[in-house]
């Protein structure tokens, strides 16, 4: 079962639940560039780093790679010199000392396509296996594009009607229009287009995938919605009155407890994250295969769910119980792709390590969830981090903080 919770005021608030634990959790403060098209201004080209740094109206100049991988619908992307006006979008956020990453790629999603206006890439998601509907999705793709721009079909198309997905189409290509009759006369650096919450966003992204119940203290959400799925409408923020917010900020513990006594060490460094498994508690009258087999198991549903929670991006290393066979590692890795299939931002899991070890990626989107309500610890220099006082609420049985 899958909920949505969304508190909707001065700071908007919207978690999702699946099963009654809480898998993603976004603030509206923490949301405004994600996605975001921007006129810009270019500030400098760096050629060594075939690069150009772009004042987007940030602290920090974004920065735009020269040359990206997909050629423009015009064959090649224009050049660029300082001073030119570029319309870009932010692919990742801000990040520490880091600006954010653009590409002049833009691409705007609903919820079954993600139309790609200056490309003329014509791709289906991989997830959906099955040959002959790729084939008729690939070919349905090519005739609604024509050759003049380019479409992603996303998981959720498989299952969609051919006209629900041309209608979509045609509602980002209007909406593609007014962005550039907006940007032709708007003054630089400015926001052309940003997403409207992070309500609608999640909504937008998870209703294809299915959404059982949606609950929200707004009335002007709940008469948007109501009609689409069963809502509640509460007066009160119901993000705190079912305590989301304590859960939330135990997704900044270093660890994690899972049922069987085993636990997870979690560690965001600035190139990766590692996660490592441990017994700990867990025992039995021998920890042989099926116990550790068992023990691993449980660890990847809780490792998928905290990855989403946490929305770590980049790299991520996974230090699994040491296991007897490859048909065991196999048996593991098809878990966490299964356990992963309903996370909404991109996942490769790349396989095992010489070391053992399983290496995965994740797209890059907001801030990590640490990194929105915590700050580095000043006194060990950024090695730890500590809670933000007017955001933190929970805490181990024992009273200490999380770092």
């Not at 920090?60 to 001073?83: C, D, H, M, V, Y």
């Not at 692919?91 to 999603?109: H, N, Q, T, V």
Request: hydrophobic share 40%; aromatic share 4%.
């Amino acid at each position: 079962m899958r909920e949505l919770v969304a508190h909707i005021g001065a700071v908007s608030e919207t978690a999702i639940v699946e099963d009654g634990h809480l898998v993603e959790f976004v603030r509206d403060d923490h949301l405004v560039m994600e996605d975001a098209i921007i006129l810009g201004i270019v500030e400098r080209i760096v050629p060594a780093l075939q690069a150009a740094f772009v004042d987007i109206g940030a602290e920090k100049n974004g920065f735009l790679p020269l040359e990206e991988r997909k050629a423009s619908a015009t064959g090649t992307w224009p050049t660029l010199q300082t001073g030119d006006r570029v319309l870009v979008q932010v692919k990742r956020e801000p990040s520490g000392d880091k600006g954010a990453f653009l590409s002049r790629d833009i691409s705007l999603a609903s919820s079954h396509v993600i139309v790609m206006p200056m490309s003329l890439f014509v791709g289906v998601s991989s997830r959906i296996t099955y040959a002959p509907r790729r084939e008729e999705l690939h070919a349905l793709g090519e005739k609604i594009t024509a050759g003049a721009f380019g479409i992603v079909m996303r998981t959720s198309a498989e299952t969609a009607e051919d006209r629900v997905i041309r209608n979509e189409v045609r509602k980002l290509m209007t909406a593609w229009d007014e962005i550039i009759k907006v940007a032709a006369t708007e003054h630089a650096p400015s926001v052309i287009y940003q997403k409207s919450g992070s309500a609608e966003m999640l909504l937008t992204d998870y209703l294809p995938r299915g959404i059982d119940t949606v609950t929200t203290d707004s009335e002007a959400f709940y008469d948007r919605v109501r009609r689409k799925m069963e809502t509640y409408l509460v007066e009160e923020n119901p993000i705190e009155t079912r305590g989301l917010d304590k859960e939330r900020d135990r997704g900044m513990d270093r660890i994690v407890w899972l049922k069987s006594g085993a636990n997870l060490v979690i560690d965001e460094c600035e190139a990766l994250t590692v996660i490592d498994v441990n017994t700990s508690k867990s025992t039995g009258t021998e920890m042989d295969r099926q116990i550790l087999m068992r023990t691993n198991m449980e660890a990847c549903h809780e490792i998928a769910r905290q990855i989403r929670l946490r929305n770590l991006g980049g790299i991520i290393l996974i230090d699994m119980i040491d296991m007897a066979s490859d048909d065991d590692r196999e048996r593991i890795l098809e878990c966490l792709e299964m356990d992963l299939r309903d996370d909404r931002v991109k996942t490769v899991i790349h396989g095992f390590t010489s070391l053992g070890l399983i290496e995965m990626t994740r797209r890059r989107t907001r801030p990590s969830l640490r990194r929105t309500f915590a700050h580095p610890c000043p006194t060990c220099r950024g090695a730890g981090f500590l809670p933000n006082r007017e955001e933190f609420r929970g805490g181990d049985n024992s009273g200490n903080e999380p770092t």
